[in-house]
């Protein structure tokens, strides 16, 4: 029985650890697509704009179908912080450079999408996604100077 359990919790350790490995790596890999996360923030910004629209329709309706509500609510959270980890761990973690053109620029529009991802969090006013796809352009922008697209 004792065998049983240690196989148990060496297993538990495994799906544990396997459930926290990040997207991308920190060592210099080389393999990266910055296109790519760009245009994986403007996914997350648009899901959580829908998700927000879901959120107000919801506690309109009578009865609240109260489990919709907080799938929606949830996938909103969820949405905020994949945006917040590209931000952070892929472009400020290892893509800017302190040495980088405009280095200030960025990590200052960078800033800015990180606090409007957690206004995002907090409410359901539109206005953060509105401003959230903006400081995206000044990103796009600032980054592929004058923008990949």
């Known amino acids: 029985m004792k065998k049983c359990f240690q196989l148990f919790l060496v297993i538990c350790t495994v799906f544990l650890a396997n459930s926290y490995v990040a997207a991308h790596c920190e060592i210099p890999c080389g393999i990266y697509d910055d296109a790519m996360r760009v245009k994986m923030i403007g996914e997350h910004i648009t899901t959580i704009e829908k998700s927000m629209n879901q959120v107000v329709k919801l506690q309109g309706e009578k009865p609240v179908d109260y489990n919709q509500l907080v799938r929606w609510v949830t996938n909103k959270e969820n949405h905020a912080n994949e945006l917040q980890e590209i931000v952070t761990q892929y472009f400020m973690t290892q893509r800017i450079k302190p040495d980088a053109k405009k280095y200030p620029e960025k ?3 960078l800033h800015k999408m990180l606090l409007r991802s957690m206004k995002c969090k907090q409410s ?3 206005v953060h996604v509105d401003t ?4 995206l352009k000044q990103f796009d922008a ?5 923008g990949h697209k």
Not at 132 to 135: F, P
Not at 142 to 146: N, V
């Open 107 to 109: 990590l200052t529009v």
């Open 124 to 126: 359901t006013d539109l």
């Open 142 to 146: 600032l980054y592929f100077e004058g």
């Open 132 to 135: 959230l796809r903006s400081l």
